[in-house]
């Protein structure tokens, strides 16, 4: 719902405009004085400015002016007397949107209202794009060529265009965020904002507050009226990362949002039409927090419209490889002096291989950005690996990975596959290599391969 500020210092002008512009879906701000509007738009998100052109101690063209200052796009409808359009007009030259005359029709009101509103939409939407455009959220961004990723490659495709919820499971690390936003980016509501809350990251009240909005006066604290990011998202996508934290009680709100299709602000009971795709993620197994009590059954199956599942970086190591030329050709700026980093020297690409990853892909981009500050030469050695990074490899055992209660035979079967899967990696997938690193025959690797069911991605003759 967008808001209208009226500047007036005619007490009942303020009054008839608002309720004109309310009957119209408007949600209305007034004040009597310039100084008294600037306040206002210190502390609350207008859409639009509505002013008087004559006021005593700071006229329409001292306001414009020192609205401009602040926000160049921010539209003002100038309201002037006949014997004022000149002044009107002068106003329209120093970036007024328009003028109307008092007293003022209605239907033109509305109409110049419209206009303006439906501009500055188009502009604000713009400026939260703008960056992530550029930085072009699509499908080749996430970086992957395992089947594990090119199944969640085609679940994007297919989800994309449709508006149902989404719910996004993985650990840490693993790309929920960006993965929502190539779904956002790539769906009829690219050209909309995508809205990204940390549910964990705020206590409750604040939770709260930050995604419905509150009223002025709602709270200690609550010095101005604020729109909760399901309004600012309205007609794009809210991303609500790490759901599971969510409070029963914030729970039950979703859920009637989900329903309804509206919100109310805290301390607010005027209810609020939203139009938004929710996308949801989690390193959690939702499915777990509902059988222990702790997340609702009944939002557990709205949000879980459409189910994707990211791997960790552990189970898709042959995407490793691509990960550290895609971080070493993103921090390549940062370079200033040092040559080009080119690559990493064989025993790094074991290491880096063999390592378990428990913070996944950000852990990842963490070490390679860190050795490229580190690394003098054109090739990451071991040297220029951070000193925690080498003291967790030694840490980090194959045990992890075993199942518990797993047979022997089980386990020695688990590491040989793990071995074949490594020795592929680290020889590019050229089976004749990969067998002589492993001290075996081609035709037994091969065997091998067949054995444990190697796709055609894991080697290559």
């Known amino acids: 719902m967008e808001i209208i500020l009226i500047v007036d210092d005619e007490k009942n002008y303020p009054l008839i405009l608002s309720s004109v512009l309310e009957d119209e879906g408007f949600e209305t701000l007034t004040a009597n004085s310039g100084r008294a509007a600037l306040e206002i738009l210190k502390t609350s998100d207008v859409d639009l400015v509505l002013t008087d052109m004559k006021m005593s101690v700071m006229d329409g063209i001292q306001l414009l002016a020192k609205i401009k200052a602040a926000d160049p796009d921010l539209p003002v409808i100038m309201m002037t007397a006949h014997g004022t359009v000149e002044k009107a007009v002068e106003a329209m030259q120093k970036g007024a949107y328009s003028y109307v005359l008092k ?21 604000k939407e713009n400026r939260r794009l703008r960056h992530d455009i550029e930085s072009r959220y699509s499908f080749e961004n996430i970086i992957g060529k395992s089947k594990k990723m090119r199944d969640v490659f085609e679940m994007i495709r297919k989800v994309a265009p449709v508006t149902a919820n989404i719910l996004i499971e ?21 050209d909309k904002p995508f809205i990204a809350v940390n549910c964990s990251a705020l206590v409750e009240n604040l939770l709260e507050s930050e995604l419905f909005g509150h009223e002025k006066g709602a709270f200690t604290g609550a010095v101005s009226m604020n729109k909760g990011r399901f309004e600012v998202a309205d ?41 938004i795709r929710l996308i949801v993620a989690t390193n959690k197994s939702l499915k777990e927090e509902v059988r222990q009590g702790r997340f609702r059954e009944d939002l557990f199956y709205r949000i879980n419209v459409m189910y994707i599942s990211l791997p960790p970086l552990r189970e898709r190591q042959e995407d490793i490889r691509l990960l550290v030329d895609h971080c070493i050709e993103k921090y390549s700026n940062e370079r200033k002096s040092a040559p080009p980093v080119t690559g990493v020297e064989q025993e790094v690409d074991r290491l880096l291989i063999e390592y378990g990853w428990p913070g996944n892909v950000r852990e990842l981009e963490n070490v390679i950005e860190r050795a490229m500050i580190l690394c003098t030469s054109d090739i990451i ?12 490899i030694n840490d980090t055992t194959f045990l992890d990975g075993i199942p518990e209660g797993a047979k022997l035979d089980e386990t020695i079967a688990l590491i040989e596959k793990k071995m074949i899967k490594r020795a592929l990696n680290l020889t590019n997938h050229v089976q004749s290599n990969a067998a002589d690193l492993l001290g075996i025959g081609k035709s037994g690797l091969n065997k091998k391969i067949k054995k444990y069911g190697l796709s055609d991605s894991d080697s290559h003759t």
Do not use: C, W
């Open 103 to 123: 007293p003022f029709d209605n239907e033109r009101l509305i109409l110049f209202v419209n206009k303006a509103i439906a501009m500055y939409r188009v502009i």
């Open 170 to 190: 993985g650990a840490s690390g693993t790309g929920k965020e960006l993965v929502a936003k190539a779904i956002h980016f790539n769906s009829p509501r690219y």
């Open 235 to 275: 007609g794009g996508t809210l991303f609500l990362d790490e759901i599971g934290e969510l409070s029963q009680n914030l729970q039950v709100k979703l859920l009637r949002v989900l329903q309804d299709k509206i919100v109310e602000r805290v301390g607010g009971s005027k209810p609020i039409p939203v139009n």
């Open 381 to 392: 050695s071991t040297n220029d690996l951070p000193k925690d990074f080498k003291e967790n």
